[in-house]
């Protein structure tokens, strides 16, 4: 977690979902899907509030006989928490029973996450989740967990999951189903705005001046948000948006189409290539761009050599 944020775990528990009338603005974190025969399990990570961000975190999920492990990784203190679960369908149509308990891993299971170091990791004990909770919930129904809760900024992690069909099912000659993808937004509901417009950024591929960069091509991951931002080595942090935001250090300096991008500043042509349509609908668009040539990765051991991706709220450049 960020520098200074100790005792970071304070409760684990599990509710289904109630919405909160005052709920600040989170950030998605991460997102996936656990696919068995007969249903699907699909998680969505989120940050509440928003801001400040965390540094090193992600999320990891495994199964094995039966079990879908969740874990939540603190890379920078090599730290983890998380949950076990296990769903089994019931007789009526649509009905499941979802079982969450406290995280039980083996040192060759969680080797498989943590790597050859793992008795250099700590697993966080959560209170609360000392015994097993079951519910009953139908396909679709959303539970919310609490996983982490953070004193000293007052944020929480919570994960958003849900029981479904499988991701993808196969139908014979006709193939796969579209992969389906599972995504959720707490808090109340309200009119769309131009500034909600998000980018979405999937396996990029990083080329400048047409060289690719190389440590581009380790990603996999996709970020959402309003502004998206990308490490080059000795080029500092480059901020994205489809907006114009010129309070916030932001200019036109490029366009997006479909699923690539590409804008110049100076002499040098950036551009990306990625795995997903980055802007909603067909059209082709401006990019506003803000470069910070002097941004570097605080956190202990960060590769500064190395190609990195994350997402920013507005919020947090006005301040």
Not at 46 to 68: A, Y
Not at 147 to 164: E, F, H, K
């Amino acid at each position: 977690m960020r520098p200074g944020s100790r005792g970071i775990i304070a409760a684990m528990g599990l509710c289904l979902l109630v919405l909160h009338p005052a709920f600040a603005q989170s950030k998605r974190i991460d997102g996936g899907a656990v696919s068995q025969p007969q249903f699907g399990f699909y998680w969505e990570t989120r940050l509440q509030p928003g801001t400040p961000p965390l540094d090193g975190f992600t999320t990891e999920t495994t199964q094995e006989s039966g079990v879908i492990h969740r874990l939540l990784l603190d890379r920078t203190r090599r730290v983890y928490a998380g949950y076990d679960l296990v769903v089994q369908t019931l007789a009526e149509p649509n009905t499941y029973q979802v079982t969450i308990r406290p995280l039980s891993m083996n040192l060759d299971s969680a080797s498989r996450v943590l790597g050859n170091d793992t008795p250099s990791w700590t697993q966080m004990r959560t209170p609360g989740w000392s015994i097993a909770s079951a519910q009953t919930i139908k396909g679709g129904d959303v539970l919310e967990l609490s996983l982490l809760n953070n004193r000293a900024t007052g944020q929480s992690v919570i994960d958003y999951v849900t029981i479904q069909e499988p991701a993808q099912k196969f139908r014979g000659f006709d193939g796969p189903t579209p992969e389906r993808k599972f995504s959720f937004a707490p808090g109340p509901s309200r009119d769309f705005k131009a500034e909600d417009v998000e980018l979405t950024i999937q396996s990029p591929r990083l080329s400048i001046n047409g060289k690719l960069d190389e440590t581009s091509t380790k990603h996999f991951e996709e970020m959402s948000g309003a502004i998206v931002w990308f490490y080059a080595a000795k080029r500092g942090r480059f901020l994205l948006s489809l907006v114009p935001r010129p309070e916030l250090g932001f200019r036109k300096a490029g366009e997006v189409r479909g699923s690539s991008l590409s804008f110049v500043l100076g002499s040098d042509t950036f551009s990306l290539s990625t795995g997903h349509p980055i802007a909603p609908g067909q059209a082709a668009y401006s990019l506003y761009v803000r470069h910070e040539p002097d941004w570097r990765m605080t956190y202990p051991n960060a590769d500064l050599s190395a190609f990195v991706m994350g997402v920013l709220d507005p919020a947090t450049l006005r301040k």
